[in-house]
């Protein structure tokens, strides 16, 4: 069974930084393309950061210069890397495993990130 565990969430003051983590299990890691989403309370899940099984990176214009998404495919591992947090950034944020040609698309459990004003 594949498996996509979020790690890292917490509260921060806006300003801090965080850094999530996303380990993957059963999945061949390195032909995925991975993804951070988030979901506010009362608002769809939006896509923060992708990046392809390549390298290739994209962001969302809200977090655009201050997150970076990072994979370690040695580790089977997906990084968001948060800097400046702000308060509109807290969500449950999901880590995503989806490889087009297979037709699989996985999530995981999210973690919890709240910024205090």
């Known amino acids: 069974q594949v498996q996509l565990v979020e790690s890292g969430g917490g509260l921060v003051q806006a300003g801090g930084s965080l850094t999530l983590s996303c380990v993957a299990s059963r999945i061949i890691f390195k032909t995925n393309r991975m993804g951070w989403y988030r979901q506010a309370p009362g608002k769809q899940r939006e896509l923060v950061a992708v990046?392809?099984?390549?390298?290739?990176?994209n962001y969302a214009d809200s977090v655009k210069g201050r997150f970076t998404i990072s994979r370690d495919n040695a580790k089977n591992t997906m990084y968001l890397q948060m800097n400046s947090l702000k308060p509109e950034d807290t969500a449950v944020y999901y880590c995503?495993?989806?490889?087009?040609?297979?037709?699989?698309?996985?999530w995981g459990q999210g973690t919890q990130v709240t910024v205090s004003s």
């Open positions: 995503n495993a989806e490889n087009i040609a297979c037709g699989s698309n996985y």
């Open positions: 990046i392809t099984s390549g390298g290739n990176t």
